[in-house]
């Protein structure tokens, strides 16, 4: 069979699964190109959405980046593709991180089907769960999902999941009170009304924890809205922590890619996702996530569960830079280790 032609339908289809990714404090921290030669669509990351206190490595968007990349991978199967990957393809770009290539026919069995469905009805829900227990299928199905992109997933007991969220809520407990990192934060909420492609629009945020138990973010601090009262999150929360063997820019890609296929691996059956994502953004806590385990560097603490939707928030234009693809002309829209070179909304 003949591979599909890479018309402007095809790359404004790519690009808006791409975009429907989770990035921190919804950042979207990634551009994209198209090289017609090799037919590949052409990931980098956008240093101008860096977030200095809580990513000054670039880890998180690394992450981010990872996620588009498999909402990539899925649209271009969906399409009829056999998408193939390669990371960090040139030494002497390190902007670019990623090269998705589109070429012969997608092969069966290499994901699962229905992931594409899931890309758009993926979001974030900062609100209380029920707290009615996910299945262990389901939970087997996600940590296989993790393993499937090189990663790992723990899904700890309660004492397991009590000192994770004890990590967290010490990692809010620093944030709030430290000046510069709270209003980075506060700097990413957007006011109803307001013209805006990035960011978290209030209407997306979730409540406080009235029970003080769920250390969830809190991005306005003293200037919390009336409109959002505290309310009881679930007793017992579950939740997994996301891991890899190593800590380099390449193991951040796939971290990224294994996160969203958990994502929506979760989605599609029906069960709701939020970060947790603090602790992460302290070299001492992040390390002390991986507790006893040996070889363990921590990416991504997640939520999820059953309950309501959370507000979508909003994405820039899906569309690749200027002069890089057919159609028409886009509009202006564990402490590393590795020295060659850290979602999610």
């Not at 030669?37 to 998180?60: F, H, K, N, T």
């Not at 939740?239 to 890619?257: F, I, K, N, Y």
């Not at 040996?294 to 309501?308: K, M």
């Amino acid at each position: 069979m003949q591979p599909r032609e890479v018309d402007a339908a095809a790359v404004q289809a790519l690009l808006a699964a791409a975009v429907a990714a989770p990035s921190i404090h919804n950042t979207q921290p990634w551009r994209f190109g198209l090289d017609p030669d090799s037919r590949s669509i052409e990931v980098r990351i956008d240093r101008g959405r860096q977030l200095p206190m809580a990513d000054p490595e670039l880890r998180s968007a690394h992450l981010s980046v990872g996620a588009a990349v498999f909402n990539l991978r899925v649209a271009a199967a969906h399409l009829g593709w056999d998408p193939i990957v390669r990371l960090l393809p040139v030494t002497d770009d390190p902007d670019l991180l990623a090269a998705v290539q589109l070429a012969g026919t997608a092969a069966d069995g290499q994901l699962p089907h229905d992931l594409y469905e899931a890309v758009e009805r993926r979001h974030t829900s900062r609100m209380p769960f029920t707290g009615r227990p996910v299945p262990e299928p389901i939970v087997a199905e996600m940590i296989s999902a993790a393993r499937a992109e090189g990663a790992h997933l723990d899904v700890p007991d309660i004492p397991g999941t009590r000192r994770l969220l004890r990590l967290t809520q010490a990692a809010e407990a620093r944030n709030a009170v430290h000046p510069v990192r709270a209003a980075e934060a506060r700097a990413w909420i957007t006011a109803p009304g307001t013209d805006t492609s990035y960011g978290i629009p209030v209407t997306a945020l979730g409540p406080r924890d009235a029970s003080g138990r769920m250390p969830v973010r809190d991005f306005t601090g003293a200037l919390a809205a009336p409109w959002l009262p505290a309310l009881r999150f679930e007793r017992h929360a579950q939740v997994a922590m996301l891991w890899t063997s190593h800590d380099r820019r390449e193991d951040w890609l796939r971290a990224g890619q294994a996160l969203e296929r958990v994502l929506l691996t979760a989605t599609r059956r029906g069960v709701r996702t939020s970060m947790l994502h603090q602790a992460m953004e302290w070299t001492d806590l992040r390390a002390a996530m991986a507790g006893s385990k040996q070889r363990c560097c921590p990416q991504s603490l997640i939520r999820f569960g059953y309950g309501p939707d959370g507000g979508r928030t909003p994405r820039a234009p899906a569309r690749p830079e200027p002069g890089s693809a057919p159609g028409p002309e886009p509009q202006t829209p564990c402490t590393s280790t590795d020295t060659r070179s850290e979602p999610t909304d």
